[in-house]
């Protein structure tokens, strides 16, 4: 069953013995005697053992740090390409464990998406898909990629419980709203009652401060002071309607206010529980064989050990081909490069930031 070696350790380049078989047809070229202390007896054809020598004691295997560097753009270098930028990186998606739910059409039109964010905004065909000769992309299952699915459930429920309180929200806030215009509306009825009875009063006063009274004024001061009565009593009620309401709507917010502390309870728990900070979606390696200070060839690898959803895997990939690019990360949250694979702008199309595509010119100063 095929497993994806261990972390890659990083070592520093080895000084190589030299070839025995190589020395041992060296040594009856040059036709030395066994105590090597004369001059060789020809040099004709020194040449080519001389190159061979080189290509076998001076080309070793330099392993480059996960997730590259910025790199100087001249050649020979330590850059991931002769000319960054200048020709196209070609890739292939190699293994893809089924567990993923994904099949090799699938997984090769997501790796096409991801290296056209970066074809298209670069203006350049940075990255191109050859299936025969590209650098491979694989698709490896472990638990990192069943840890997060197992944990994924809970923070969708977390968001559906977060949606239903800011539902709440919204009907408590509209609830509280139309209660607090019946309280102002209420509030000015009280008023104009309370004027009305001190203009009756202040009438009533007068015609008793003049000893008689009019029988029509009087029947009319006596409808008048039944209408008021009415009022009163419509008010009141009204009041008590609203001290009721108010009561309701002030248990409402009390339940509201208990659900709230429940979620932010279980929001503290999974996020606590989370794995995100933990887990490595994926993993860019690069190594290169070089000749003294220059690159004979460069071998690229892109793992994906784990990826939420679709968009999700877009981003991830897009993120570790920015390495293979030789692209560090960015500072900008929501950037193709930040270190965290998991902060898309909400609303907005994956896309690279101006950050993006400061560290791609950089890189590539000719774009």
């Known amino acids: ?7 890659f350790q990083q070592t520093d380049r080895t000084s ?11 040594r009856r070229h040059l036709q030395f005697e066994p105590g090597w202390t004369e001059a060789p007896r ?19 295997l330099a392993p480059i740090p996960a997730h590259g560097s910025a790199a100087s753009a001249a050649w020979p270098s330590t850059s991931a390409s002769p000319e960054p930028c200048e020709e196209p990186i070609e890739w292939r998606v190699d293994q893809v464990d089924e567990r993923f739910g994904l099949t090799r059409a699938e997984a090769e039109e997501v790796v096409r998406e991801a290296a056209e964010l970066w074809n298209r905004d670069a203006g350049r065909e940075l990255f191109s898909h050859d299936p025969d ?7 490896h299952f472990d638990e990192r990629h069943a840890e997060i699915q197992e944990w994924l459930p809970r923070r969708a429920a977390l968001d559906e419980l977060a949606h239903e309180v800011e539902e709440e929200r919204g009907e408590l806030e509209v609830l509280r709203e139309e209660l607090r215009l019946l309280q102002g509306e209420h509030e000015r009825r009280l008023t104009t009652l309370e ?12 015609w008793e401060d003049r000893g008689t009274m009019p029988r029509d004024i009087q029947e009319r001061l006596d409808r008048e002071a039944e209408e008021l009565e009415r009022e009163r009593q419509a008010v009141n009620e009204k009041g008590d309607r609203l001290n009721a309401l108010t009561r309701e709507v002030n248990e409402e917010t009390d339940r509201f206010n208990a659900r709230v502390q429940a979620y932010n309870q279980e ?27 220059w690159n ?21 990939i897009a993120h570790e ?5 030789g692209l560090e990360h960015a500072s900008e949250p929501g950037s193709i490069m930040h270190a965290s694979t998991r902060g898309g702008r909400d609303g907005e199309a994956l896309g690279l930031t101006t950050e993006d595509l400061e560290l791609l010119r950089n890189l590539c100063p000719n774009l």
């Open 1 to 7: 069953m095929w497993t994806v070696p261990g972390p």
């Open 16 to 26: 190589m013995n030299p070839h025995p078989i190589l020395i041992g047809a060296l």
């Open 42 to 60: 020809s040099w004709s054809g020194i040449l080519p053992f001389t190159l061979t020598a080189l290509l076998l004691f001076g080309s070793t």
């Open 133 to 139: 000769r590209g650098f491979p992309v694989i698709f």
């Open 195 to 206: 004027r009305r009875w001190d203009a009756h009063d202040e009438t009533v006063e007068y």
């Open 267 to 293: 929001r503290s728990r999974v996020e606590e529980n989370s794995p995100l900070g933990s887990i490595q979606s994926g993993f860019y390696r690069e190594s290169r064989r070089t000749l003294g200070r």
């Open 296 to 316: 004979v060839s460069v071998d690229r690898e892109i793992f994906i050990y784990q990826f939420d959803d679709r968009d999700h895997l877009v981003r991830v």
């Open 321 to 325: 081909l920015g390495h293979a690019l």
